[in-house]
């Protein structure tokens, strides 16, 4: 979504953060065949939802790093399955989102 990615850049250089933050403008299914072992602090999924793809998600959750965070946004009426090496930190319900905060531990 280019005007969420638009937004996103803006914020990075507004925080002063582009030294440390990288926003990745690409296909993330095919990012992830080509970036296997790039692993990361913080790890956002926001998949659409009308098109949550369970096997994309299992595979973009390995980019985050031992010890790190990944954020998971669903529609409510779908549950998180994640491997047991994410324990949950928070999971909040705005209407019609749920926002799940996991810790990896392993």
């Known amino acids: 979504d280019k005007v969420a990615q638009d937004c996103i850049d803006k914020n990075i ?3 002063k953060v ?7 403008h690409a296909n993330s299914g ?9 692993l990361f602090d913080i790890v956002i999924l926001d998949p ?7 096997a994309l998600i299992d595979k ?7 010890g790190g965070i990944l954020v998971l946004s669903l529609p409510p009426n779908i549950d998180s399955l994640l491997p047991d090496y994410f324990e949950v930190l ?3 319900y705005y209407g019609d989102s749920s ?3 996991y810790k990896r531990i392993r």
Do not use: C, E, G, Q
């Open 60 to 66: 973009l959750i390995t980019h985050t790093k031992i």
């Open 90 to 92: 928070k999971h909040k």
């Open 13 to 15: 250089n507004k925080l």
């Open 30 to 38: 095919s990012w992830s065949n080509n970036n296997r072992d790039v």
């Open 18 to 24: 582009s030294k440390s933050v990288k926003l990745i």
């Open 99 to 101: 926002l799940v905060f």
């Open 48 to 54: 659409p939802y009308d098109d949550v793809k369970a």
